[in-house]
């Protein structure tokens, strides 16, 4: 089984806490899937660094990831932006958007460092919809048909890092 660290950069409390339940739930679909690959924060391996990035809007629900991969499409290196706040705008105004939404972002950012290089469905979705919780725990991002967090992978994206990660 592979490792990759992820190295969280000064993110603030709520990124932490979303990229951690991002590696840990990731890590779990990974598993029930097949992909040999784990991550952990501040592990051993190549290493994905994540870092905030002022230039990305609160409002956009998406990150940027660079990524150095060897010929068979493995990890040396990669760099996760995430915007400095999320926000979502609720009926009683702009509000900063839940954990959930954000481990969304994080762990899309994440798969594409893993080597997942196209949008399709579910997770590695290019657009998502923003649905609002009752409360900031409740938000969710949805693609298609599939309200995310639990966190889910298309068929063909377990097939596509099964391939780079056997």
Do not use: Y
Request: hydrophobic share 40%; proline share 4%.
């Amino acid at each position: 089984m592979a490792a990759v660290s992820v190295k969280l950069g000064n993110i603030g409390s709520h990124w932490t806490t979303a990229c951690k339940q991002a590696v840990s739930d990731l890590n779990s679909l990974f598993r029930r899937k097949g992909i040999r690959v784990t991550l952990a924060v501040n592990g051993a391996g190549p290493t994905i660094s994540v870092r905030t990035d002022p230039s990305i809007g609160g409002t956009a629900v998406h990150g940027k990831t660079s990524a150095e991969t060897d010929g068979a499409g493995k990890l040396l290196r990669a760099d996760v932006r995430l915007p400095v706040k999320l926000t979502i705008s609720a009926p009683k105004g702009i509000r900063d958007a839940g954990t959930g939404m954000a481990e969304v972002i994080a762990a899309h950012e994440f798969v594409h460092a893993l080597g997942h290089e196209p949008h399709n469905s579910h997770l590695m979705a290019q657009t998502w919809n923003k649905v609002l919780g009752d409360r900031a725990a409740g938000d969710k991002l949805q693609a298609g048909a599939l309200a995310m967090p639990p966190l889910e992978l298309s068929d063909e994206s377990v097939d596509m890092l099964k391939g780079i990660w056997t």
